[in-house]
């Protein structure tokens, strides 16, 4: 019986583009900060680069999510512990 491997291949990268995007007015442009689903979105393929990053075994049957049961695996909770001090100067 053979085990059939997976494998994922990561690359990250950069690129410079051109977004536009249409408004009803001068106001409505100004409040935008960055392009909306509706702005087109032009690639420049000159500089599109890709640098690779790292393969890894993927394994289907793996659980990813491991699971902590029913309870609080802290047991405790979460409470935020600060000391009172004086900050008032001693002469």
Known sequence: ???LKKFEKFW???VSFTATEMFKDLDAAAKVSVPSAAAKIVISEKTLSYDF???KEVDPN???LPTSGKQNPGGK???KKVDNKDNKTVK
């Open 1 to 3: 019986m053979s085990i």
């Open 12 to 14: 990250s990268g950069s």
């Open 53 to 55: 990053q790292r393969i």
């Open 62 to 64: 793996a659980n990813t």
């Open 77 to 79: 909770k979460g409470e």
